[in-house]
């Protein structure tokens, strides 16, 4: 069984290193070491160790390579700078901002990734550490919440993770609402010319049951879809549940998931087939677009896969106790001031 040596995902140890039953680093796979520096964590963002910056559904790998190329030489662009300090200050100072795309001569998917680059490459000089993947805007049901029509995927840092045992401070959020998800950790790389169920559902090493808090820098989530690429894919903070399962042949488009509130309400509700037809379709496809930028997912990493039912606004002071048949349950609680 892997496990994360972090925080809330498992045992105690360096931020964003997972380890299988017999202690062994995964990240440090192929005599791999995980970097420290600056100077190596900004060629973490270009790496197979880094994130991708821009995907689709349609797009085919040449048209792709032509995105990465325009990223990169508008990710210095005055405007493109400016939408990122607007979402970094907004976050620091914990007050909503207005849209990015409002300072965005380009509106379409690969500016917001662009944007997404240029945060990610400030929390690596901060001296955070990726152990992820989100892939967003999965259900049909959130979708028509926020007014878009397709996902988007973002990045997982090592402060994002939260223990189920210890209340979850409002105080490092601004606007957060929480949806239940299937999460994977995988057990090998996803790295191969083609990925499809199979070779995915051969690469998770454990499945498990998962809640994120996604939040926007964006006041009123008065977002579109370059709004919430380029602000991380909405990313918040996440709970694995305790119970970990392995993938095998495993259907998880039948997974029935209920979440509750304190009163035992219940707040959301859904099926696994809410998620991109099937959980594990929302992997292939986080996959082959990661790959495809040369940043494959990696052993030990998390990947949650996305809602399964409508997002609910989090109240302070209340619990949110989720349920996915076949996988347990997750939890997390809120309070008004520091935990």
Same mark, same amino acid.
């Given at each position: 069984?892997?496990?994360?040596?972090?925080?809330?995902?498992?045992?105690?140890?360096?931020?964003?290193?997972?380890?299988?039953?017999?202690?062994?680093?995964?990240?440090?796979?192929?005599?791999?070491?995980?970097?420290?520096?600056?100077?190596?964590?900004?060629?973490?963002?270009?790496?197979?160790?880094?994130?991708?910056?821009?995907?689709?559904?349609?797009?085919?790998?040449?048209?792709?390579?032509?995105?990465?190329?325009?990223?990169? =030489?508008?990710?210095?662009?005055?405007?493109?700078?400016?939408?990122?300090?607007?979402?970094?200050?907004?976050?620091?100072?914990?007050?909503?901002?207005?849209?990015?795309?409002?300072?965005?001569?380009?509106?379409?998917?690969?500016?917001?990734?662009?944007?997404?680059?240029?945060?990610?490459?400030?929390?690596?000089?901060?001296?955070?550490?990726?152990?992820?993947?989100?892939?967003?805007?999965?259900?049909?049901?959130?979708?028509?919440?926020?007014?878009?029509?397709?996902?988007?995927?973002?990045?997982?840092?090592?402060?994002?993770?939260?223990?189920?045992?210890?209340?979850?401070?409002?105080?490092?959020?601004?606007?957060?609402?929480?949806?239940?998800?299937?999460?994977?950790?995988?057990?090998?790389?996803?790295?191969?010319?083609?990925?499809?169920?199979?070779?995915?559902?051969?690469?998770?090493?454990?499945?498990?049951?998962?809640?994120?808090?996604? =939040?926007?820098?964006?006041?009123?989530?008065?977002?579109?879809?370059?709004?919430?690429?380029?602000?991380?894919?909405?990313?918040?903070?996440?709970?694995?549940?305790?119970?970990?399962?392995?993938?095998?042949?495993?259907?998880?488009?039948?997974?029935?998931?209920?979440?509750?509130?304190?009163?035992?309400?219940?707040?959301?509700?859904?099926?696994?087939?809410?998620?991109?037809? =099937?959980?594990?379709?929302?992997?292939?496809?986080?996959?082959?677009?990661?790959?495809?930028?040369?940043?494959?997912?990696?052993?030990?990493?998390?990947?949650?896969?996305?809602?399964?039912?409508?997002?609910?606004?989090?109240?302070?002071?209340?619990?949110?106790?989720?349920?996915?048949?076949?996988?347990?349950?997750?939890?997390?609680?809120?309070?008004?001031?520091?935990?």
């Amino acid at each position: 069984m892997h496990q994360a040596r972090h925080g809330g995902l498992g045992q105690a140890g360096a931020a964003g290193e997972f380890v299988d039953a017999q202690g062994r680093v995964l990240r440090a796979k192929r005599g791999e070491q995980r970097s420290d520096t600056a100077d190596d964590r900004r060629r973490l963002v270009g790496s197979p160790r880094g994130v991708p910056f821009f995907g689709t559904h349609a797009l085919k790998c040449d048209q792709l390579a032509s995105k990465v190329q325009d990223m990169t =030489d508008t990710a210095t662009l005055p405007e493109t700078q400016a939408a990122a300090e607007r979402l970094l200050a907004a976050g620091r100072a914990r007050v909503p901002c207005a849209p990015v795309r409002e300072l965005l001569s380009d509106t379409t998917l690969s500016t917001g990734y662009t944007v997404q680059r240029v945060l990610t490459q400030a929390r690596l000089d901060e001296g955070r550490h990726i152990v992820g993947r989100k892939v967003g805007l999965t259900s049909a049901a959130v979708q028509a919440q926020l007014g878009v029509d397709q996902p988007d995927f973002g990045v997982l840092f090592d402060d994002m993770v939260c223990a189920q045992d210890r209340p979850i401070d409002l105080g490092r959020l601004l606007q957060p609402r929480i949806e239940a998800e299937v999460a994977f950790v995988l057990g090998t790389d996803l790295d191969t010319n083609h990925v499809d169920e199979s070779t995915a559902r051969s690469a998770v090493g454990e499945v498990v049951a998962a809640l994120e808090i996604v =939040d926007s820098r964006i006041a009123g989530w008065d977002i579109t879809l370059v709004d919430t690429v380029a602000d991380n894919a909405s990313s918040g903070l996440f709970v694995l549940g305790d119970e970990r399962v392995a993938l095998g042949d495993r259907d998880l488009r039948n997974v029935a998931m209920t979440m509750t509130d304190d009163t035992g309400t219940t707040v959301s509700s859904g099926r696994g087939a809410a998620c991109l037809g =099937d959980p594990v379709a929302a992997l292939v496809w986080l996959a082959r677009v990661t790959r495809e930028f040369g940043a494959p997912l990696r052993a030990g990493e998390v990947v949650l896969s996305g809602a399964l039912g409508p997002m609910v606004t989090v109240t302070a002071g209340h619990t949110y106790v989720a349920e996915l048949s076949g996988l347990g349950t997750v939890r997390a609680a809120f309070t008004h001031g520091e935990a």
